[in-house]
């Protein structure tokens, strides 16, 4: 493979440079309004400590007795915007390295200090701002339909409108089923990378999705192996920044493992 320095260069420097704005853009969200929480499934009595599908499961009640702290105040947390502009540099960098100069990164590149940004939020409320995701998507799409358009490949588009729409209803079927496993944020979350994953190609989604749910899972077994404790796998983490690096995984790794399980 040939690396181009000028998309690494591009995408360290102006993902960093946008890390930087990560805490601004968090503190002008609006605070959260509840989210739907559907009729939930009939559970049987005997204890269920993992969700089958997406790793260790939320336990509500504790959860809602918690008081999430305030974007505002996620958004003061002391060098946020030098850690946001590190880990957006790194993957940009990871992004260019992976796609080249080539036009997708004209929606990839600003997807990524918006996934950090998600990211942050997540990790300290639990939550995935329906006003930041939606118009992400919106975003994503219009920069996809640019991107389609000067590259001459209008099936890239659709192929990432299919990956959109159908990791969407996958994730909202989990979510009905058991909406203790995931939040909505996380189904709509979905959407945008279902459409930027699958834009790139189906081994790139397949892997990107399939590696979020492993690096959710695979982390809170380990630590219920080595505690012996079955009831760390009740407490709940967010699903969001295990999504975002899966998609990241995705895209970078996504065509080369898949080549490498086909023989390819």
């Known amino acids: ?5 000028g998309a690494v260069a591009l995408g360290v420097l102006g993902c960093g440079a946008a890390g930087l ?16 929480v559907p009729e939930p499934a009939p ?12 790793g260790p499961v939320a336990d509500p009640e504790p959860e809602a007795d918690r008081p999430r702290p305030t974007y505002a105040a996620v958004a003061d947390r002391p ?6 502009a590190a880990v957006g540099a790194v993957a940009g960098g990871l992004v260019g390295w992976s796609v080249g100069l ?40 219009l920069l996809g339909a640019a991107s389609a358009l000067l590259s001459g490949e209008p099936d890239d ?10 990791v969407f209803v996958f994730f909202y079927v989990l ?14 979350l979905s959407a945008v990378l279902g459409f930027a994953l699958a834009y790139l190609g189906w081994p ?28 760390v796998l009740r407490v709940a983490y967010p699903f969001g920044p295990f999504l975002l690096g899966g998609a990241l995984a995705g895209v970078v790794l996504g065509g080369r493992v898949w080549s490498h399980l086909v023989g390819g």
């Open 1 to 5: 493979m040939i690396v181009d320095p």
């Open 157 to 166: 588009l659709v192929r990432g409108l299919l990956g959109a729409v159908g």
């Open 43 to 54: 559970e049987p009595a005997a204890e269920t400590a993992l969700d089958p599908v997406a």
């Open 79 to 84: 060098r946020l915007a030098l850690r946001c």
């Open 204 to 231: 790139e989604l397949l892997i990107g999705v399939y590696g979020g749910f492993l690096a959710f899972s695979v982390p809170g077994l380990l630590v219920a192996v080595l505690r012996r404790d079955r009831q």
């Open 102 to 141: 080539a036009w997708p990164l004209l929606f990839l590149l600003p997807l990524v200090p918006v996934g950090v940004a998600l990211a942050v939020v997540d990790l300290h409320t639990r939550l995935l701002p329906t006003v930041v995701v939606w118009p992400t998507f919106g975003g994503v799409v």
């Open 21 to 36: 704005l990560v805490p601004a853009l968090i503190r002008r969200v609006p605070e959260p309004v509840p989210e739907p």
């Open 175 to 188: 979510w009905w089923v058991h909406p203790a496993g995931m939040g909505f944020g996380d189904v709509r």
